[in-house]
């Protein structure tokens, strides 16, 4: 056999193996497939068949493997959900389509067979096969140079339109920039100069000047107007009285009266636009999901459900397999028909059959994201950004989300990504409204101690807060008389603690505010606070007949040993007097029956942290927050206003009650009134971007050629402004690059190097600011630049300006305040002025002085703003100067002298400034940097 010779005998590997004929190999070929396909024409009016035409298949062959087209070949039917690694994702709605290249195109008779054996068809330059000929020696010819320089001369700042200084611009190394060979300034003599300055040129045309002013163009733009060009804002108070006659045959119908925002949506849903509903919690957001996942069923296509958590997942999947049949779930945990029209499933599950290309993406019509408000997530939130940039075109997408202030915005960003227009539609108020009240009670003749905070109508109470904290304070000095001060407590006891919920409950029963979230902020309060009611029992015998039986029914389908799991066993306890518990630690099948059971009524008390919150749909009478303060993974801080809304919102039965009830406990003080007016009253966060790049993303992108990681960063929602203005800034580019070719050239031998000198300098002063900016905490650059130091500087309208530095900001090393003249006609610099003075302080000690300084101040830089450093230093108080300047700006002092020590400094600033810098303007960055280096360099007079 081959495999078995040896690699290492190469004699004995040279043999030849017979082979017996089997032409029968010839009777299986492996086609192609099929380039081309017929099509029938038929009469629009009759219908009949006139004729037949043939239609090409451009993606014939197309699989998986090879292609990102909608139609390419499907794959193995165990692939049909999640897809694979090695497949190819779809082709991303939003972006542009792949265009085939040009010389892939090109036919064989095309070929330059003339120079086919020295010019390969693909290389646009020849090989030249002979030795290259010595360059012609330059030889000066007197009279010649004599008799040009008669009649012509050249004006070196007319044609350059600078000051004549930028001819002492620094060398640009060939080596680093490779042009072609060019007469420049540097390759001049003496003799050579002379002819340069008795040339004469005629000047191009003055004409109306053309700068690209991309910077002049707004950094922020406003996107929370009414409108934009891919978001538009549905008038939500606009009634919708033909409703049923824009959709007589609706996919879905209801037992009560949908409000306006809903019908809005679901006419929007009709036409198959994509829509993002911002309402309050309880209004009714689920209705327009549903009708989404209706209109998938009648069109026999496909809708996917996605919520951030597991518990959203499970209990929508129960909810949404009532009202629809064919419905699965798809978690990290379990999978329940994968296959159904209907699939609800977290977000990172979607990211996956998005990136390993799954079939049922094909017959996806409508994507369901809820709970979009958690893209502000730091850790998950770039996950929704991800998906949303790379669902196929033909998706439309439904956006359920909170009460967020830059609906617009995110919209704009969704539309603009995905050539769509979205539909925003959100609510002005709750459908049942709030009132939030302070809890001081602490049981016994207490208990009954709530006083409102915040109205119905949204108003803060401030006599509620002033009765709450009186009410406290009461407590505390009756405490410290039976206890003395020393032995007062500052956190509550156990014993307090459960009286306290004891009379909680005792108050909240008898105004029938029954069931109760209790949001507690740590799973061990939780585990602790639900066990101190043990005794009590809030449940009927009829309820806890019920309670057993479920909870039996649900634990038969775990084993014998697991049903007597310690969890269990206590889990039923609680759950059995009416108490239940839901945080991360508790088992999924036992949350699951807790999220039931109240749903049902049956629990009338749940511990729960804060991701019961979240989206889950199950109101309660009454919330009450055990603390307003969390640990984030960093520390412990207030809850958000977004948080706080999250979880409260929980209250108030849309159609049961009236109002809902929010109580704040006050176990030890009661928090500050600033504090609690900002936490319930402040606006909720806004949706910001999340994303980053992790080694998932960019694997998974590297493995298709026809798309880069580029392309997903400059889509992303932290860069929607600058590819909002992409197409203006390439509009404008192709503008005035058309401008710009109809401009007639120069008629100059040495204006081919301003283009490598702008480029050359751009770099310059880049990498200057790189390198002043990395070295400040040098000891040498510490000693240099102490107060009184005169240095050149670059910043803004202040280029190549001198400056003495007065202080270094002590809290931030990288910053220092200078003392700098100032001359009115420098202060209003065009932008393209400013480039160019930008441009040429890149030249080696380049000073220019100022003709009439007139005026003086401090201006606040960066280590990055210098641009040279001299070896002048001037004896001065800074911290003098800069109070009598700060002084001199307060109105009623504007007329006030200088101080002696600002005036000293002024006439050392105004004598540099006429004499020149007798010194050195540019030192070696290396000796600067290093500890006590000495400066040699000087510059000449300016």
């Known amino acids: 056999?081959?495999?078995?010779?040896?690699?290492?005998?190469?004699?004995?590997?040279?043999?030849?193996?017979?082979?017996?004929?089997?032409?029968?190999?010839?009777?299986?070929?492996?086609?192609?497939?099929?380039?081309?396909?017929?099509?029938?024409?038929?009469?629009?009016?009759?219908?009949?068949i006139t004729g037949v035409r043939e239609v090409s298949n451009n993606d014939a062959g197309a699989t998986a493997k090879n292609s990102m087209s909608m139609r390419r070949a499907p794959g193995p039917p165990e692939e049909m959900v999640r897809g694979s690694s090695t497949n190819l994702p779809f082709w991303p709605g939003g972006f542009p389509e792949p265009t085939l290249d040009k010389e892939s195109t090109e036919t064989e008779h095309e070929l330059d067979l003339t120079n086919l054996v020295t010019k390969h068809p693909r290389l646009s330059r020849g090989i030249t096969f002979e030795e290259p000929e010595p360059p012609p020696q330059e030889e000066v010819k007197e009279?010649?140079?004599?008799?040009?320089?008669?009649?012509?001369?050249?004006?070196?700042?007319?044609?350059?339109?600078?000051?004549?200084?930028?001819?002492?611009?620094?060398?640009?190394?060939?080596?680093?920039?490779?042009?072609p060979a060019t007469l420049t300034l540097e390759d001049l003599n003496e003799e050579d100069s002379n002819l340069v300055e008795?040339?004469?040129?005629?000047?191009?045309?003055?004409?109306?000047?053309?700068?690209?002013?991309?910077?002049?163009?707004?950094?922020?733009?406003?996107?929370?107007?009414?409108?934009?060009?891919?978001?538009?804002?549905?008038?939500?108070?606009?009634?919708?009285?033909d409703f049923h006659t824009r959709v007589p045959n609706p996919a879905c119908t209801y037992p009560f009266e949908l409000d306006i925002f809903q019908k809005q949506a679901i006419l929007h849903l009709e036409n198959r636009e994509s829509v993002f509903v911002a309402a309050h919690?309880?209004?009714?957001?689920?209705?327009?999901?549903?009708?989404?996942?209706?209109?998938?069923?009648?069109?026999?296509?496909?809708?996917?459900?996605?919520?951030?958590?597991?518990?959203?997942?499970?209990?929508?999947?129960?909810?949404?397999?009532?009202?629809?049949?064919?419905?699965?779930?798809?978690?990290?945990?379990?999978?329940?028909?994968?296959?159904?029209?209907?699939?609800?499933?977290?977000?990172?599950?979607?990211?996956?059959?998005?990136?390993?290309?799954?079939?049922?993406?094909?017959?996806l019509e409508w994507v369901i994201f809820d709970e979009v408000h958690y893209i502000n997530n730091a850790e998950r939130g770039h996950v929704w950004e991800e998906v949303l940039i790379m669902l196929p075109e033909r998706v439309s997408i439904v956006l359920l989300s909170a009460t967020v202030p830059n609906t617009i915005e995110f919209a704009d960003w969704i539309g603009r990504i995905k050539k769509r227009k979205i539909y925003v539609i959100s609510t002005t108020k709750r459908p049942v409204p709030l009132e939030h009240f302070l809890y001081t009670g602490m049981g016994g003749k207490s208990k009954d101690e709530r006083f409102l905070l915040i109205d119905a109508q949204g108003k803060f109470v401030t006599k509620g807060y002033n009765d709450a904290v009186a009410a406290k304070n009461e407590k505390k000095s009756k405490m410290q008389q039976q206890q003395g001060p020393k032995h007062m407590r500052q956190h509550m006891g156990e014993k307090q603690e459960k009286n306290m919920w004891i009379g909680l409950i005792d108050h909240l029963s008898k105004r029938e505010l029954l069931p109760i979230v209790a949001f507690t902020l740590s799973k061990k309060r939780c585990d602790g606070n639900a066990s101190q009611l043990l005794s009590q029992d809030l449940t009927t015998n009829a309820e806890k007949g019920e309670i057993h039986s479920f909870i039996k029914r649900c634990t038969e389908r775990l084993q014998g040993a697991d049903r007597e799991l310690p969890q269990v066993v206590y889990m039923q306890q609680l759950l059995t007097k009416g108490i239940g518990v839901h945080h991360s630690g508790i088992l999924p099948i036992l949350k699951e029956v807790v999220e039931m059971l109240f749903a049902k009524g049956l629990v009338k008390l749940l511990f729960a942290t804060e991701t019961f919150a979240m989206g889950v749909n199950m109101p309660a009478r009454c919330v009450v927050f055990d603390s307003i303060r969390k640990h984030d993974g960093t520390g412990f801080r207030d809850l958000l206003p977004s948080e706080y809304i999250q979880m409260a919102g929980r209250a108030g039965r849309r159609g049961l009650d009236t109002t809902g009830t929010v109580i704040v406990?006050?176990?030890?003080?009661?928090?500050?009134?600033?504090?609690?007016?900002?936490?319930?009253?402040?606006?909720?966060?806004?949706?910001?971007?999340?994303?980053?790049?992790?080694?998932?993303?960019?694997?998974n992108i590297l493995r298709v050629e026809r798309m880069s990681v580029e392309d997903m960063m400059k889509r992303s929602f932290s860069e929607a402004i600058t590819y909002k203005n992409q197409s203006q800034y390439q509009a404008e580019l192709e503008l005035y690059t058309e401008q710009l070719k109809q401009e007639p050239d120069f008629n100059c031998m040495m204006c081919n190097s301003i283009e490598q000198y702008y480029a050359a300098a751009k770099e310059f002063v880049e990498q200057r600011a790189n390198?002043?900016?990395?070295?400040?905490?040098?000891?040498?650059?510490?000693?240099?630049?102490a107060p009184g130091r005169i240095i050149l500087i670059c910043y803004e309208q202040y280029q190549s300006y001198l400056a003495c530095v007065l202080k270094i900001d002590p809290k931030d090393k990288t910053k220092m305040i200078v003392f700098v003249l100032k001359e009115k006609s420098r202060q209003n610099y065009s932008k393209h002025e400013l480039m160019a003075k930008e441009a040429l302080s890149a030249s080696e000690a380049m000073f220019d002085p100022l003709e009439e300084p007139s005026e003086h101040g401090f201006l606040e830089i960066a280590f990055k703003h210098i641009a040279a450093i001299t070896d002048r230093v001037v004896k001065i108080d800074g911290d003098k100067v800069i109070d009598n300047i700060k002084k001199r700006q307060i109105p009623r002092f504007k007329d006030d002298p200088p101080s002696q020590s600002v005036m000293e400094l002024l006439k050392e600033m105004q004598r540099l400034n006429e004499s020149g810098v007798q010194g050195a303007l540019q030192h070696d960055v290396q000796e600067v940097a290093s500890a006590g280096g000495n400066w040699t360099a000087e510059v000449p007079n300016v």
């Open 198 to 241: 008795t040339f004469k040129i005629e000047p191009a045309p003055k004409k109306e000047e053309f700068i690209l002013n991309i910077s002049e163009t707004p950094v922020e733009v406003e996107l929370s107007g009414p409108s934009t060009e891919w978001a538009e804002k549905v008038d939500v108070h606009a009634p919708v009285d």
């Open 143 to 179: 009279p010649e140079r004599e008799e040009k320089s008669s009649d012509l001369v050249v004006s070196i700042s007319d044609m350059l339109m600078v000051d004549e200084s930028v001819l002492k611009i620094f060398d640009v190394k060939e080596e680093q920039i490779k042009k």
């Open 771 to 785: 390198v002043f900016n990395l070295i400040h905490g040098f000891p040498g650059v510490v000693k240099a630049v």
């Open 281 to 363: 919690t309880s209004a009714g957001k689920t209705v327009v999901a549903e009708y989404a996942i209706a209109l998938t069923l009648k069109h026999m296509t496909r809708a996917i459900y996605t919520s951030p958590i597991k518990a959203l997942s499970n209990q929508k999947y129960r909810d949404l397999k009532i009202k629809f049949e064919d419905v699965g779930l798809l978690t990290g945990d379990i999978q329940i028909n994968p296959k159904a029209s209907c699939l609800i499933m977290t977000t990172e599950i979607l990211q996956s059959m998005l990136y390993n290309g799954s079939d049922l993406i094909r017959d």
């Open 1 to 48: 056999m081959p495999e078995e010779l040896p690699i290492h005998a190469p004699i004995h590997s040279r043999r030849w193996f017979p082979r017996t004929p089997n032409p029968r190999r010839l009777f299986s070929l492996t086609l192609f497939p099929v380039t081309s396909c017929l099509e029938v024409e038929r009469d629009p009016a009759t219908g009949h």
């Open 665 to 699: 406990l006050c176990k030890n003080d009661v928090p500050e009134m600033g504090d609690l007016h900002r936490m319930m009253l402040g606006k909720p966060t806004k949706l910001e971007s999340q994303f980053k790049l992790t080694y998932s993303m960019i694997l």
